[in-house]
C-alpha cells in the first residue's frame, strides 16, 4: 500500500457545525503532515506530527484542532470554522530516519472543503 | 531559514515542444529539493528529488531537472511535453535543520497547447 487516503474527498459545513477530516496511511511512516491549499496557492504547512508527537503548529486557529491516535491515522477537527478557511486540506506523511530527513513525501489528494 | 522562488506563474508551450520550468532557492544549510505536480483538482505527486550524489535527476513521465550549486538553482526539464502535462508544478526545498516539513514555491501553470 503506497496510499495516503483522505476522507471525505468534499466537505461543505456550516459555521456552527463541528465535523473531522481523515487521514490514514499504511507505508510505515512516522511523520504527518496537514497543508491548507487556497486557489492557485502553494500548499501551506499546519501541522506536523513525529511519531504520534505534534512537533510543528504553523500558529494556527484553534478551531482547527489535530490529533493522531496513532501511527497510521491522523485527523483534523473543524469546529465554528470562517468562510475564509475554505480550502483544500492535504494530508501527507513520509518516512522519518534518525539523525536524517525525509526522503519524500506522499500526499493525499485533498479534502476540498467549503464553510458556508 | 529556506526558500524557493518560482519566476515563472505560468508557461505556455505548444506540443512536443522542450520546457524549463525554474526554480531558484535560498538557504544556509544543506538542502533537499522537490519537484512536484497537481492535476486539476488533484493532491500532489512527487516528480523528481535531489537528496545529495548526481546533479542531474530523472523523475516520472519523463522529467528530469539539474541541482545547480553555484547558481542556487533546480530548473525542471522536459525535451518533448505532452497534452497531458498540463498541470500547476511546485518546486519544494527541506532544509537540514530538524525542521521535516516542505515549503513550496508558488508554482508554475504549465499550459500545453495543440
Known amino acids: 500500500d503506497t496510499e495516503v487516503t483522505q476522507t471525505p474527498k468534499h466537505l461543505v459545513m456550516g459555521m456552527t457545525n463541528k465535523k473531522s477530516l481523515k487521514c490514514e496511511q499504511h507505508?510505515?511512516?512516522?511523520?504527518m503532515y496537514w497543508y491548507k491549499q487556497k486557489a492557485k496557492k502553494p500548499p501551506e504547512l499546519m501541522f506536523v506530527?513525529?511519531?504520534?508527537?505534534?512537533?510543528i503548529n504553523e500558529s494556527v486557529p484553534s478551531r482547527f484542532s489535530p490529533e493522531c491516535p496513532n501511527s497510521s491515522l491522523l485527523n483534523l477537527h473543524l469546529h465554528a470554522l470562517q468562510p475564509e478557511d475554505s480550502a483544500l486540506y492535504l494530508c501527507?506523511?513520509?518516512?522519518?530516519?534518525?539523525?536524517?530527513?525525509?526522503?519524500?513525501?506522499?500526499f493525499g489528494s485533498g479534502t476540498r472543503l467549503t464553510v458556508v | 531559514a529556506q526558500s524557493v522562488t518560482q519566476l515563472d506563474s505560468q508557461v505556455p508551450v505548444f506540443e512536443e515542444a522542450p520546457v524549463e520550468l525554474r526554480c531558484n532557492y535560498s538557504?544556509?544549510?544543506?538542502?533537499?529539493l522537490f519537484w512536484y505536480v497537481q492535476y486539476p483538482n488533484q493532491g500532489l505527486q512527487l516528480l523528481l528529488k535531489y537528496l545529495s550524489g548526481s546533479t542531474l535527476v530523472k523523475g516520472i513521465n519523463g522529467f528530469e531537472a539539474e541541482f545547480n550549486k553555484s547558481q542556487t538553482s533546480f530548473h525542471l526539464r522536459k525535451p518533448s511535453v505532452h497534452i497531458s502535462d498540463t498541470a500547476e508544478y511546485f518546486c519544494a526545498v527541506s532544509g537540514d535543520t530538524g525542521r521535516r516539513a516542505l515549503t513550496f514555491g508558488s508554482g508554475t501553470r504549465l499550459q500545453v497547447q495543440p
Open positions: 507505508m510505515g511512516h512516522r511523520a
Open positions: 538557504s544556509s544549510v544543506s538542502v533537499y
Open positions: 506530527y513525529s511519531y504520534e508527537k505534534l512537533s
Open positions: 501527507a506523511s513520509s518516512q522519518v530516519a534518525a539523525g536524517a530527513l525525509l526522503y519524500g513525501y506522499t
